[in-house]
């Protein structure tokens, strides 16, 4: 079972950064396709951003020129950094993978993903 391990999240104010960080003990992270979703409260679950394992990004429009998947594979942990923050990106974001590769065309519907972390929060003030 792979499990997802998420960090990084915090309260900030808004036009500021935080990079999310989640690792993936006991399994190679750029093997896999793997997304960061977010679900404020009282609304639907967003795709942000996913990667594939070529290294291709997709980016959510709502924060595209501001957030940057990555995935670091020294550390094995895949990341977000998350620039100009706006009070809207408040939420908590989930690290998610999925068993398939998707030759670029990565969704941002979590329903492609099989495997989640436990969330962490992110807030923005303003």
């Known amino acids: 079972q792979v499990q997802l391990v998420e960090s990084g999240g915090g309260s900030v104010q808004a036009g500021g950064s935080l990079r999310l960080s989640c690792a993936v003990p006991?399994?190679?992270?750029?093997?896999?396709?793997m997304a960061w979703l977010r679900q404020a409260p009282g609304k639907a679950r967003e795709g942000v951003a996913g990667?594939?394992?070529?290294?291709?990004?997709s980016n959510a429009d709502s924060v595209k020129g501001r957030f940057t998947i990555s995935q670091d594979n020294a550390a094995n942990t895949l990341r977000l950094q998350m620039n100009s923050l706006k009070p809207e990106d408040t939420a908590m974001y989930y690290c998610?993978?999925?068993?398939?590769?998707?030759?670029?065309?990565?969704?941002?519907?979590?329903?492609?993903?099989?495997?989640w972390g436990q969330g962490t929060q992110v807030t923005v003030s303003s």
């Open positions: 990667i594939d394992s070529d290294g291709s990004t």
């Open positions: 998610a993978a999925s068993q398939y590769t998707f030759g670029g065309a990565i969704p941002l519907n979590g329903a492609y993903y099989h495997y």
């Open positions: 006991g399994y190679t992270a750029s093997t896999y396709t």
